[in-house]
């Protein structure tokens, strides 16, 4: 079974660009999440996506935004890129959970896409 | 989702077991403990996850108080391999996992 794909793998910007990010999420998973995690620093998240909804977002400016495509796919877009944004960008997918449902529900992690702000 | 607790670091010899605690006080009934580790600059590996009873796969085993406030993952046979952040969060399904710094572990010759 093949896992979460990211793409690319690395990307370098300039100030003010956009970025694009991409995720794949394993087979038959319906939910992506995306987290941010600067150098040395944790997890932070950023969006949560289900069904093709955005289901949650982050402390995170406007400028970061994504959507969900009919095939579960992701993008996530960064405007105006800041030096700051610099980070690994990790998408994760879990399988179909009903909003309220109670239970278990694994996160599955990609490699992430390593962006770099100059 | 209740917060965690858990050490900075931690080190362990290579071939011994690596047991790794996690404080977790205030979960509610419904909340699974979940453990993940980052091997530097990949993304999470999920490790295993438990609700009540302990828990073992290939990986790791999982092992949870009886009141549900603490539990502990352990490598049984720690490898060098086994060097990375692992983190334990407590959440349930349909709300946002929180991250926090984890434990770093190092696992020596």
């Known amino acids: 079974e093949a896992g979460v794909t990211q793409s690319p793998t690395h990307l370098i910007k300039t100030r003010g660009q956009q970025a694009t990010l991409r995720c794949s999420p394993i087979?038959?998973?319906?939910?992506v999440y995306w987290y941010q995690q600067a150098l040395g620093l944790g997890l932070q998240f950023l969006l949560w996506?289900?069904?093709?909804?955005?289901?949650n977002r982050g402390n995170f400016p406007p400028r970061f935004s994504g959507r969900q495509f009919p095939n579960y796919s992701s993008e996530l877009n960064v405007n105006a890129l800041e030096l700051e944004d610099s980070a690994l960008y990790l998408c994760?997918?879990?399988?179909?959970?009903?909003?309220?449902?109670?239970?278990?529900?694994?996160?599955?992690f990609g490699p992430g896409t390593r962006l770099l702000v100059l | 989702d209740a917060k965690t607790t858990q050490p900075t670091s931690m080190d362990c010899a290579e071939g011994r077991a690596a047991n790794l605690p996690c404080n977790h006080s205030?979960?509610?009934?419904?909340?699974?403990v979940y453990w993940y580790r980052q091997i530097h600059s990949q993304g999470p590996q999920y490790i295993i996850h438990?609700?009540?009873n302990n828990e073992t796969n290939e990986m790791a085993s999982l092992i949870i108080t009886e009141d549900r406030k603490s539990s502990t993952l352990i490598l049984p046979h720690a490898t060098l391999r086994d060097t990375a952040v692992y983190y334990c969060i407590v959440r349930v399904g349909g709300n946002i996992p929180t991250f926090g710094r984890g434990t770093s572990l190092i696992v020596h010759p």
């Open positions: 994760a997918s879990s399988p179909l959970t009903p909003l309220g449902r109670e239970g278990a529900e694994t996160q599955y």
């Open positions: 996506y289900d069904e093709g909804e955005e289901r």
């Open positions: 205030t979960i509610s009934g419904n909340e699974y």
């Open positions: 087979s038959g998973h319906t939910s």
């Open positions: 438990g609700l009540k």
